[in-house]
């Protein structure tokens, strides 16, 4: 079937030759959703090695009855994701509908309010999630719509299935890698659309906000102002960057003209990697591999 007619792509695909079809019931599934993208991974609980990731860009849609139309195609046609015997099930979203709350301050029923202070929704016609962070004193609510959440819901029975926001694995994963990194780092992911802007101090979570972006030039007015909002230094400051971009790409480059002293961050250490990985460069898919993290 042409993928221009069904509304999406697979872009890049990479599969260890150690994935075992029967052996689903001892597999994790990662699954991250955005409004243009989707990416997914799969994860032997009993060796943390990443056996399967694939990535599908979306054709643009207009609304969630659309999308979700989309999304039914991509995993009806696909050949692991209507699967039900999976171990555990993680699933991501990508929007800018959340708020992060610090523990103490949180109440369950006043999760709706928190959402407000930060976004727009519709509690008509979406649902209001919340994750509590391993590693964070900090709370994620975010939202959901419903009729793309209930579908999902009803795919996998007999699997834990957990429900996160895209914040929450890269807040995750960038205090797991700070143990290797020099304090007051700060950590970028670029996403396709949006930069994402991590600090933490003491390893603990001091700042996390993400900016859309309209042009290139967009990243680094967002990138000096939160640097100028923080105090930091933009000629002394550490600065590891991860997502889509290159590492000879004219883009780092400009980015190297006013940041001195960035890097591209590692692979996270906590999964374990066949060769076949070596096609993946080290700092694509951050987000996607944190999602592990998140219990």
């Keep these: 079937m042409d993928t221009a007619t069904i509304g999406y792509k697979l872009i890049k ?41 694939e990535d599908f860009i979306l054709a643009k849609v207009s609304s969630y009855s659309a999308l979700k139309e989309l999304l039914e195609s991509l995993f009806a046609d696909h050949h692991l994701l209507m699967a039900g015997f999976w171990k555990n099930v993680r699933i991501s979203f990508k929007n800018k509908k959340f708020s992060l709350v610090p523990s103490s301050l949180f109440i369950k029923d006043a999760a709706a309010d928190y959402l407000r202070l930060n976004s727009r ?27 793309i959440l209930n579908w999902l819901r009803g795919l996998y029975p007999n699997a834990e299935v957990g429900y996160i926001h895209q914040s929450s694995a890269l807040i995750e994963g960038v205090i797991n890698f700070s143990k290797s990194a020099k304090p007051d780092t700060i950590y970028l992911y670029i996403d396709r659309f949006r930069l994402h802007v991590t600090t933490l101090k003491n390893g603990k979570l001091e700042y996390y906000n993400q900016f859309t972006i309209k042009q290139f030039n967009d990243y680094i007015k967002y990138i000096m102002l939160v640097m100028k909002g923080l105090n930091k230094n933009q000629k002394s400051s550490d600065v590891i960057m991860w997502g889509y ?51």
């Excluded at 029967?22 to 990416?39: C, E, K, M, P």
């Excluded at 649902?127 to 964070?136: D, G």
Aim: aromatic share 16%; glycine share 4%; charged share 25%.
């Design 13 to 53: 695909k990479i599969k260890d030759e150690k994935f075992d079809v029967d052996a689903l019931h001892h597999y994790n599934l990662l699954i991250q959703i955005g409004t243009r993208d989707l990416q997914l991974s799969v994860v032997d609980s009993r060796d943390n090695r990443c056996l399967l990731l």
């Design 121 to 147: 929704f519709n509690e008509e016609t979406e649902e209001i999630l919340y994750y509590k962070h391993i590693k964070s004193d900090a709370i994620c609510v975010f939202a959901v719509n419903k009729s």
């Design 245 to 295: 971009i290159g590492k000879q790409s004219p883009h780092y480059n400009e980015f190297y003209k006013f940041v001195k002293n960035i890097s591209f961050g590692a692979r996270p250490e906590y999964l374990n990697y066949g060769f076949i990985f070596d096609e993946v460069q080290d700092h694509h898919f951050f987000d996607l591999y944190s999602t592990h993290l998140c219990d």
